[in-house]
């Protein structure tokens, strides 16, 4: 399965690739986990990176593209993906749709998970992620069996530092400007499909499920 979530920050996109990339044993690529990973890593390129996410701006593409071109040509990409914030802008799809061209693959499905603006401001403040393997969380939405410690690894929940109020806010404007026309750029491909996904995880996933489904 090769799978593109896109979607505005707190559409809800970790929660669901993380899902589907376990039930169908594809890797789930996240662009922001690799970022964070790399900066914990003190690598060049976190630390580059995190010069413009620690601010709620987007990495140059340059520097993106070429993280992507290397994930995409290892192994565990061969039996498909989903992309979860990637691409962010039209020239980052442009070098996705050149790669797969150049690897003779297709995408299946690019879902574009729509939600307001209320929503995402709620999920955003309530988010938790494990410090350890990154799951996700929420303290009224996804609540951890035990406060604070993550259900799959028993690491400890913290708070992004870009879910504070004033970068969400310049997250939310960057994805209008930045991210927001490839809604139209895969429009075109006829690969898009639109949910509501104001709705809880579950149902998403149910939503999404379907989707995928009907097009195998
Ligand atoms: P995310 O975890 O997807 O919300 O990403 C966190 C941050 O990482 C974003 O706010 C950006 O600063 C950066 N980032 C993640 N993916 C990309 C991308 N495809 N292009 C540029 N910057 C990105």
């Given at each position: 399965m090769r799978l593109i979530l896109l979607g505005a920050p707190g559409a809800g996109k970790g929660s669901q690739a993380a899902r589907l990339g376990r039930k169908h044993g594809v890797p789930h690529i996240s662009t922001g986990d690799m970022f964070r990973d790399a900066f914990e890593k003190k690598t060049d390129i976190g630390i580059r990176a995190h010069g413009y996410w620690g601010q709620g701006e987007l990495v140059p593409d340059d520097v993106t593209c070429s993280m992507v071109e290397e994930r995409l040509e290892s192994g565990d990409c061969s039996s498909g993906f989903i992309f979860d914030g990637?691409?962010?802008?039209i020239a980052q799809a442009e070098m996705l749709t050149a790669a797969m061209e150049r690897l003779g693959i297709e995408v299946d499905a690019v879902i574009q998970m729509n939600v307001s603006r209320e929503t995402i401001l709620q999920r955003l403040t309530g988010r938790r992620v494990c410090e350890r393997c990154g799951a996700n969380f929420h303290v009224k939405n996804l609540p951890p069996a035990?406060?604070?410690?993550?259900?799959?690894?028993g690491g400890g929940l913290v708070r992004r530092p870009d879910d504070e109020r004033d970068t969400i806010l310049n997250r939310l404007r960057v994805y209008e400007e930045r991210t927001a026309p490839l809604v139209d750029y895969y429009r075109r491909t006829g690969k898009l499909v639109d949910i509501d996904a104001d709705k809880s995880v579950d149902e998403n996933l149910e939503e999404i499920t379907a989707i995928l489904e009907a097009r195998s």
């Open positions: 990637f691409p962010r802008t035990k406060p604070g410690v993550c259900d799959y690894c």
